[in-house]
């Protein structure tokens, strides 16, 4: 029937040509770019990978080195001061006595002075 058109093999490689170039700029785009922008990525990332594992390792116990156990250690010591000034407050502002406990001291003072330590008008009500 009818005759298939024949292209002049210029045309054919110039056809050939833009075929690849345009599928060398997708697989470039869809795929080579992307994993170049990973690749540059990890790159600045792995140097910081020795660090991170340092900085975790200082949140495990090693016997007194680690960030861990000198959290502990000032929380402890911390504990002990606390413990030492309610020991300090304590002594210096006593409880309060309580006013029954109060009059049984008075009037044991009282009965234990003599009577010329007194004045005359005073007796257990005035102390």
Same mark, same amino acid.
Not at 37 to 48: E, T
């Given at each position: 029937? @009818?005759?298939?058109?024949? &292209? !002049? +093999?210029?045309?054919?490689?110039? =056809?050939? %040509?833009?075929?690849?170039? @345009? ?7 869809? %795929? ?8 540059? &990525? ?6 910081? @990978?020795?660090? &991170?594992?340092?900085?975790?390792? *200082? @949140? ?20 002990? $001061? *606390? /413990?030492? =000034?309610?020991?300090?407050? *304590?002594?210096? +502002?006593? !409880?309060? $006595? !309580? /006013? ?8 044991? $003072? ?5 009577? #010329?330590?007194?004045?005359?008008? #005073?007796?257990? /009500? /005035?102390?």
């Amino acid at each position: 029937m @009818f005759a298939q058109p024949v &292209l !002049p +093999n210029s045309l054919q490689w110039l =056809i050939l %040509i833009a075929g690849a170039a @345009f599928a060398a700029q997708r697989i470039w785009t869809l %795929i080579m770019r992307p994993l170049a922008r990973i690749v540059s &990525l990890l790159d600045r990332a792995l140097p910081a @990978f020795p660090v &991170l594992e340092q900085i975790a390792q *200082e @949140f495990t116990p090693n016997d007194g080195g680690s960030l861990h156990d000198v959290i502990h250690r000032i929380d402890r010591r911390l504990a002990q $001061v *606390e /413990s030492r =000034i309610n020991t300090l407050d *304590e002594q210096v +502002n006593p !409880p309060p $006595v !309580p /006013s029954d406990l109060r009059k049984a001291i008075r009037d044991a $003072v009282i009965e234990v002075l003599p009577p #010329e330590m007194l004045d005359d008008n #005073e007796d257990a /009500s /005035s102390y």
